[in-house]
Structure formats: C-alpha cells, structure tokens
C-alpha cells in the first residue's frame, strides 16, 4: 500500500512532464488528458511493490497509451497534410550531430507538430521520448517491441523525415489559405470556389448536439458539402482547436457554438467534423486566429 502511495504522488509531481509527453505524442490538448486519466486508471491497478524507477513506469505506461491512441486514429481516416521524406526502404543516411538534435529537440510548437502528423505512430514515439526527453533506445524499445538498434533507427529516420519536411511554417501557413479562402466563399456565396477548395470525396459529419442545430448528420462529396456552406460562416472564425488550425463558430454577443476540425489532403479538405457539445466545446483549447 506505501509503495502505491509513493507512486501515486511520483504521478502527481510528475503529470505535468506527462501530460507533455502526451500532447507532444498526440497534438491535442484534450486526447493528451485523456491519455493521462487512463494511465491514472492503470495506476491504481497496477501492483506497485516491484517498480524500481516510478519516473521511468509511469512515462512507459503513457507512451504505451499514446502508441495505442496514435495506431487507433490511423486506422481511421485522418490525412495530415503531405509532406516529402525518405520511404520506409530507403537506405539511411549519416545521423544528424548532437547540435542538430538538441536543435531539433528545442523546436517544439505547432509548426513541428504539424511534421509530427507525417510520422507513423512508433516513429513519432521514438522520436518525442528520445529527441524531446531524453528516453533510452533501450527504454523505447520495450515499448515499440523491437530492438534498441532498430528503435535508434526509428528515431533516425524520423529525425531526417522531420529535417527534410516542407518548412513547418509553409505547411500551416497553406493550410490557413485554404481555411481562410473557404470562410470567404462561403461568406460570399461563391459555389465554385468551394468546390474548388473541397476533396472529391470530403465528408462533413456532425455530432448530435449540431444535429439539433439543424445540421445533417453526414454529408457527402464536393457538391453537397459546397451546397451545405453556400452563404454560411459568417459568425466563423479562423482559430487553433486543441493546437490545430480549424474553425471557430461564435456568433455577435454570444459565447462559443460549435468548432470545425477540419482534415487536409492534396491541398484540399477532405474532412470537416464539427463538435457543438457543450462538455467537448469545454475540454477544447480554442484560439481565435487573427482574421
């Protein structure tokens, strides 16, 4: 029973560094605070007597989840927006100097959290915890299940994918033109420039609390979501949600409505969902972008 106390106190130091670890490994504020409240969970069954290091466990236990929250979304349909690096078979090339890494590890913020999105889950894992905190090849490895050789070349390869990028601040600035462009053809009525501006096959699905703002609960393809925007969004913002660049609907002397998540592909949005339940609104980190 002590040495459960003493590692559920080692968590409470510590779940700030967590709670890093985590939003550096997801990029959203809110899936971060869900991974630290499941290794909460998982603390208080774990047996505690035999944990040597209560630092090291409780940063394995998160990256566990975080690996297994990463390998969930990419089994759904989620495409960051695309981005040139070297294909899983091509050969290595020289690893960057320690400069370089520290560099690499001292970059953090949302441009870098834009590449991260371009990594595969066990590459984004040993890239954050070895780059970002300083985590063992051989700690890495037992939570990817490979090699601490072949957990080092993970962390390599993500490392050159990261350096190589399109420049981060391209990559967002991009994105912004096609989200500020899509609130003004929507504003203006512009059918064809939405259109334009939409994936074939982009889907816009909302949940039930937007359902009962008078919202479809899905719509399909180019033409019906241009026609479902035509003269809308004029209480719509540009704004970070969770640290990613969508949509913010506030209207005149009102408090927040709803927000747009907004998916990209090939220059395109591919993907708009949009969240008007209160208790999710409220676990948001919203930001409203200069317009």
């Not at 299940?145 to 070349?153: I, V």
């Not at 719509?236 to 709803?258: C, E, F, N, T």
């Not at 339940?277 to 980190?285: I, K, N, S």
């Amino acid at each position: 029973m002590e040495a459960k106390k003493v590692l559920a106190a080692k968590f409470e130091a510590d779940r700030n560094r967590l709670r890093a670890v985590a939003y550096r490994m997801l990029g959203s504020a809110s899936e971060a605070d869900d991974a630290l409240q499941e290794a909460w969970l998982r603390l208080t069954r774990a047996e505690a007597d035999g944990i040597d290091n209560p630092g090291a466990f409780l940063t394995t236990v998160v990256a566990r989840i975080c690996l297994d929250m990463l390998r969930a979304r990419k089994s759904r349909r989620e495409d960051p927006i695309e981005a040139p690096g070297l294909a899983m078979d091509e050969k290595p090339a020289a690893d960057l100097g320690p400069e370089d890494e520290t560099l690499m590890a001292d970059s953090v913020g949302l441009a870098l959290l834009v590449v991260l999105e371009t990594l595969n889950p066990a590459e984004r894992l040993a890239f954050v915890l070895h780059d970002m905190f300083d985590v063992s090849f051989e700690e890495i490895a037992t939570i990817v299940d490979r090699t601490p050789e072949a957990t080092r070349q993970l962390a390599s390869r993500a490392r050159r994918r990261v350096q190589g990028a399109e420049p981060p601040d391209s990559a967002f600035a991009a994105r912004r033109r096609i989200v500020d462009a899509f609130l003004d053809a929507s504003r203006g009525g512009n059918f064809e420039a939405l259109f334009d501006l939409l994936d074939p096959d982009v889907v816009f699905k909302v949940d039930e609390a937007a359902i009962r703002l008078g919202n479809k609960a899905e719509t399909l393809g180019a033409t019906a979501v241009a026609k479902a925007f035509l003269g809308r969004a004029h209480a719509a913002h540009p704004a970070l949600l969770d640290g990613r660049l969508g949509i913010a609907v506030v209207p005149p002397g009102k408090s927040l409505l709803l927000v747009l998540a907004i998916a990209f592909k090939d220059g395109r949005i591919a993907e708009i969902s949009a969240v008007a339940d209160p208790e999710r609104l409220a676990a948001l980190d919203v930001a409203m972008l200069e317009e």
